[in-house]
């Protein structure tokens, strides 16, 4: 590190803290020690410190804004000692580390672990026995339970009861799970979705309102705005949107003798055939009405059909007031639904990924939120086994899902703070195209009945939704092929009705399980029509033009991409994974479309359409028709100009895609790309495991995970016995919680200021060159940069700021965090908050602090392309234009939302040449002829991809 960058980390805040640490671990070292074992409390006695030995090092290129093990670990670790020298349920400090070390989810082999031991003894501190913390065993701890498949396999399986309890026992997930069905018009959460909001399998039963509890299927009185005191039959509790508040939505029950209908009875009440969906908030709940006198005992409902009134019978009246089935059942209880989300995948138990393949089976609670979905600790193991598939093991969950639904499970609720009813019932199962056919016996993507969704016919009507599959429609057919006599009827009707009539124990759940397949949107679009595009179209270029497509790679500016593409997309594109592909398809209708057919660049038109709907963060509802529109003429542009793709089961699941989005919400909350990299947390198990019971190993593994996360989250155990203060702080140390719950740097370090919006960075690396009005930003000093700037006669506002910046102690930084939590670097082009200024898209030049701590952005700003009407000009790929202006202004680093991705719509004067590039091979800088696109930036159009990701 240079002298002037030593300097300056000598004056921060953090050098400071790194001292005091130091120096209070080492007064402290000899003081926490447990009497019984001898094993070390503090793990600052693990620190030899002799100054004249130990040298730090700064190298080049850090900054204080790097993480630091002592600052946010060792610190936190003295404090926690000072409040609490224990660490129960373990013997002290030392004992939990090195029990965590072992039980993480990357485990260490043998050979790493002796070694660990025998420095920690060399070091002469005083170790438990690496087999006594293997075998120590954590107070509640729910063993994996050992089942046979039907073939006499046996495997070992981690009940998703005890796994239900560990998560509502802790707090952040209890607080954070969503207990009722939300009603919007823009879709973000699987809960937002018309499956949780229609079917009753998936309502919360009850509330408590004013200390009563109501139940689903009860009358109560309130005051209607309208009618007055009334009485309503709720159906349903719901939030609203955003609106903490609960509503009910319920049947209005009027009294005959209020509207003097004319009826024989005047104590008969009316239910009016169209006022079904009724509002009011549930703290308008009176009362409940509970005696015989005050329940409605005789009903008639208008009938507009026959335009005369409609007795209801003494069985249809009681049908229609029977209590909900849980309230018996709840004595006492609140009522809580958490519906579940299966996982289904296969995996190789080795690094090579070619043998000895796993099933496996996972779940996780529909009712987080995206963002702690995705992470892996509420990714939950069930089973797996190199033995037998995932139908094998279906058994037990089968069983234990019907279970959950039926008679639901007592839980304590950190949330609520009591004991409570959980109800779990199947919300989706998520998985790959040939495993979803598998589960519901369907033949598979080679039959004729290709589809699993509906009747649809490979050779008659790939491009049609024919008639919905159901789950009793294919028990009738199943039973239709068995009562065949020859195999060859049988086999004449598996290929008429598209299943097979094996035995299925998830047939049995109470969900509808065709209903619970949503389109997998990873492995149909990217990894299948994506690929088998690329597929069709790479061969047929000539070198000359790949040479090309690398060049316009290579010049595509990746400002707001999430990752770049990695390899040569022109040769290695089979090779290519899925974010591979998702990188591609946001820049290949800009790269490909010179070396397109007119079909072919229709089709890939419309296949990035289909991609940006695949991949939207959010779904309207009002949009649903439109989109699925998008996706019919993606298929019938398929048949037109690649009518070989079309016999593609892939192809015709997209015609289901948007019904899938309005029953789950956008794809995402269904996409099995986080709950897939969970396999890699299978794989590792296996690979350090002795491979002589891999079943057993791995569930054991991951029930112990799952047990020490609840211990030391202060889940209760033993009848309310929880850890201590000290394991709770080691646990959500940052180290801890980046070794054990791969959490990311962002969240670990929040509470610094490098981690917040409008926030100047200086990260490592060199910032990419890049020009704005002739000028090229390179690592100039600021008062350079600047002068350059003002010699290009920008806006007398500019001149003026930029004026007052140069006259006083300035510092310039590479990139903001922006709005969004987003580092965006300098070159980027950017979108802005409309409150702060006129434009709503820019170019971020540099950012600049000033010496009051004042962060400044210096903007180029793009002006629309509008038509004479004043709708916005788009190009041929539906991308609306922009011109980048010769207007500069500041902004206030926190005016800037996130980092968007402009297109530079290339003229004539923009050439593909051979240019001479250096590159490093074998440690030495070797010049090579490429193909490069120079772009000429005097040609200001641009284009905003649409297809971009955000």
Not at 512 to 532: F, N, Q, S, T
Not at 586 to 596: C, D, E, N, T, V
Request: charged share 20%.
């Amino acid at each position: 590190m240079s002298e002037s960058n030593l300097e300056r980390h000598f004056g921060t805040e953090r050098h400071r803290i790194l001292v005091e640490s130091l120096s209070h671990v080492s007064k402290e070292q000899n003081q926490h020690r447990c009497s019984e074992e001898g094993f070390i409390e503090d793990v600052g006695a693990g620190f030899d410190r002799n100054d004249e030995d130990c040298q730090y090092t700064y190298e080049d290129g850090c900054s204080d804004e790097d993480e630091s093990v002592i600052e946010s670990d060792v610190v936190q670790l003295a404090r926690s000692l000072e409040r609490s020298s224990t660490c129960k349920p373990f013997p002290n400090l030392l004992f939990a580390l090195l029990y965590i070390l072992i039980h993480g989810p990357h485990p260490m082999g043998e050979s790493n672990l002796s070694f660990i031991w025998f420095m920690l003894q060399s070091a002469g501190h005083s170790v438990p026995s690496l087999s006594k913390v293997r075998k120590f065993l954590l107070p509640g701890f729910v063993p994996s339970l050992k089942f046979l498949s039907p073939d006499r396999y046996p495997f070992y399986y981690n009940s998703m009861r005890s796994t239900l309890s560990s998560c509502l026992g802790k707090r952040k997930i209890a607080r954070d799970l969503t207990r009722y069905p939300v009603v919007t018009s823009i879709y973000k959460e699987v809960f937002h979705g018309k499956r949780w909001n229609t079917d009753p399998r998936f309502f919360t039963p009850m509330i408590t309102t004013n200390d009563i509890p109501v139940f689903l299927r009860e009358c109560v009185a309130f005051s209607h705005p309208q009618f007055g005191m009334t009485t309503a039959f709720i159906v349903k509790f719901f939030q609203k949107g955003d609106d903490v508040e609960l509503y009910f939505e319920g049947d209005l029950l009027l009294d005959a003798r209020q509207f003097k209908i004319a009826v024989p009875d005047s104590t008969i009440y009316f239910l009016p055939v169209n006022t079904r969906i009724l509002f009011g908030r549930t703290e308008q709940c009176i009362s409940l009405i509970t005696s015989v006198e005050q329940k409605p005992t005789d009903i008639v409902q208008w009938e507009a059909a026959t335009d005369s009134f409609k007795r209801f019978s003494s069985e249809e009246t009681a049908q229609y007031l029977s209590p909900h089935p849980f309230k018996a059942k709840a004595a006492g209880r609140r009522v809580v639904t958490v519906p579940l989300v299966l996982f289904s995948d296969d995996t190789s138990g080795n690094k090579s990924k070619k043998w000895h393949k796993f099933e496996s089976w996972s779940f996780m609670l529909a009712g987080l939120p995206r963002n702690l979905n995705a992470k892996h600790e509420n990714i939950h193991f069930i089973c797996c086994s190199d033995q037998m598939d995932a139908l094998g093991m279906s058994g037990p969950i089968a069983d234990e899902l019907t279970g959950l639904e039926m008679d639901g499970i007592e839980v304590y609720d950190a949330y609520l703070n009591e004991q409570v009813l959980v109800i779990a019932p199947l919300l989706c199962i998520i998985c790959d195209n040939p495993q979803a056919s598998k589960l519901v016996n369907h033949l598979g993507g080679s039959a004729n009945k290709f589809c699993r969704f509906c009747m649809a016919d490979r050779d008659t009507s790939p491009c049609l939704v024919c008639e919905e599959r159901s789950l009793q429609q294919s028990l009738q057919q199943m039973e239709i092929i068995r009562s065949q006599r020859t195999e060859a009827l049988r086999e004449q009707h598996r290929t008429l009705y598209g299943v097979r009539e094996v035995s299925n124990p998830l047939l049995h759940v109470p969900s509808d399980l065709y209903r619970c397949l949503p389109v997998e949107v990873l492995h149909i679009i990217p990894l299948g029509i994506c690929k088998a595009f690329l597929k069709d179209v790479m061969p047929k270029l000539s070198p000359t033009q790949k040479r090309e497509v690398l060049a316009r790679i290579r010049a595509f500016n990746h400002s707001g991409f999430k990752v770049k593409i990695h390899g040569n997309v022109c040769y290695h594109y089979q090779s290519f994974v899925g974010r591979d592909y998702k990188a591609w398809m946001q820049m290949a209708i800009f790269i490909l479309s010179p070396y397109l057919s007119n079909g072919q660049l229709i089709v890939l038109v419309n296949l990035s359409k289909v991609f940006q709907i695949a991949y939207c963060s959010f779904f309207e509802l009002s949009k649903a028709e439109a989109w699925h529109q998008i996706c019919v003429d993606f298929v019938h542009s398929i048949r037109d100009f690649m009518p070989k793709m079309l016999r593609k089961q892939k192809v015709h699941y997209i015609l289901h895609l948007v019904q899938c989005m309005q029953d789950y919400g956008p794809s995402s909350s269904f996409c099995a790309e986080r709950p897939e990299s969970f396999n890699s947390n299978i794989r590792m198990q296996n690979i350090f495991g002795n491979k002589q019971a891999p079943s057993r190993d791995i569930a054991v593994h991951f029930a112990v995970i799952e047990h020490l996360r609840f211990v030391c989250e202060g889940g209760y155990y033993n009848d309310k016995e929880s850890c201590d203060i000290g394991l709770h702080d080691l646990y959500y140390s940052n180290q801890v919680q980046r070794f054990l719950n791969s959490a990311p740097s962002k969240e670990l370090n929040a509470h610094k200021a490098i981690y917040t919006a409008a926030t100047a960075r200086m990260p490592s690396g060199a910032c990419d060159q890049f020009m704005f009005l002739k000028v090229t930003i390179t690592e100039l000093g600021v008062e350079s940069t600047l002068e350059q700037i003002l010699k290009m006669d920008p806006p007398y506002d500019v001149i003026v700021h930029l004026g007052s910046l140069m006259d006083g102690k300035l510092q310039q930084f590479k990139a903001v965090m922006s709005h969004t939590v987003e580092l965006v670097h300098a070159g980027n082009y950017i979108e802005l908050d409309p409150p702060f200024c006129e434009f709503k898209y820019g170019q971020l030049l540099t950012t600049i602090k000033s010496e009051a701590g004042h962060t400044y952005c210096l903007v180029q700003g793009f002006e629309a392309v509008e038509q004479p009407d004043g709708q916005p000009l788009v190009n041929s790929f539906d991308c609306p234009l922009y011109y980048l202006s010769r207007k500069l202004f500041t902004v206030d680093s926190s005016a800037i939302v996130r980092a968007v991705s402009m297109v530079h719509e290339c003229g004539s004067s923009c050439k593909l040449q051979d240019a001479e590039l250096f590159q490093n091979v074998e440690r030495e800088e070797m010049a090579t002829m490429q193909c490069v696109l120079k772009h000429d930036w005097t040609l200001p159009l641009f284009c905003y991809n649409v297809y971009c990701i955000l």
